[in-house]
């Protein structure tokens, strides 16, 4: 079950960030053959409509105290701000709570927003695909589960933690151009590297668009050694 929810989450994200994906008897094959040796973890990342709406109603229940609490006559500046600043946040709160009635009667008590498929061998982590949905991106539910697995392998000892890098074209017309943003969050520096080069690309000495200055002169000096020395 939880195997077809990630299955479908990927069919959302390839539809949204419009790259090609696998079928979902690919991703079930694959998490079969890893997990023979628990060499493979499927991480979920939830929300709990009803958790969030009784926060969002004891939410709603302070700021009414506070709201209260102000005078009802001759009110000066200062208390003027704090009544327009409460009652800004309290029709937020109730926007809130309205949206998230609607999702819980939609959706029920869980509803999962992410998933991500994570590799696991000798000290080493690969998160290998992740699908999101295209709702209630609000809730940070992406990012929390990317905190979770950090955690998870942190706590096992692995000491490389891989996201499978970023794009190599960084032109801010890119359309994927939001992959290599997102990444960019959890810090440090890209760098490139290449494990193929395409021999036609070599011969051609052709640069592909967007190529960086190490993959322009390791094309045109047919040299891959310039890699080890970058």
């Known amino acids: 079950e ?10 959302i994200t390839e539809e949204r960030k419009d790259f090609v994906s696998y079928d979902s008897s690919y991703y079930k094959t694959l998490y079969r053959m890893y997990n023979e040796d628990n060499n493979m973890t ?5 929300i709990f409509p009803s958790k969030i709406l009784q926060e969002l109603n004891e939410r709603k ?13 001759n009110i000066g500046k200062s208390a003027k701000n704090k009544l327009k600043e409460f009652n800004n946040q309290l029709d937020k709160v109730k926007s809130d709570i309205k949206k ?10 869980e509803l999962i927003l992410n998933a991500h ?8 982590a690969w998160v290998l695909y ?17 905190l979770t697995h950090l955690e998870y392998c942190k706590n ?15 032109r801010k017309d890119n359309p994927r151009m939001g992959l290599h943003e997102f990444k960019k969050k959890f810090g440090n520096n890209a760098i490139e590297r290449f494990f193929c080069v395409f ?16 993959a322009m002169d390791v094309i045109k000096a047919k040299d891959l050694s310039l890699l080890y020395n970058a």
Do not use: H, W
């Open 130 to 146: 992740a699908g999101n949905e295209n709702i209630l991106t609000e809730t940070y539910a992406n990012y929390y589960t990317y």
């Open 100 to 109: 998230y009635s609607e999702v819980q009667e939609k959706y029920g008590d």
């Open 156 to 170: 096992k000892g692995y000491r490389v933690y891989d996201q499978f890098g970023t794009i190599g074209d960084l």
């Open 61 to 73: 229940d302070s700021l009414q105290v506070e709201i209260d609490k102000l005078p009802k006559e």
């Open 199 to 214: 021999m036609d690309v070599l011969m051609e000495n052709e640069v592909p668009p967007g190529a960086t200055q190490l």
């Open 2 to 11: 939880d195997l077809d929810k990630f299955c479908q989450l990927m069919m």
């Open 117 to 124: 498929m994570i590799i696991e061998y000798a000290d080493k």
């Open 42 to 46: 499927l991480f979920l990342g939830k």
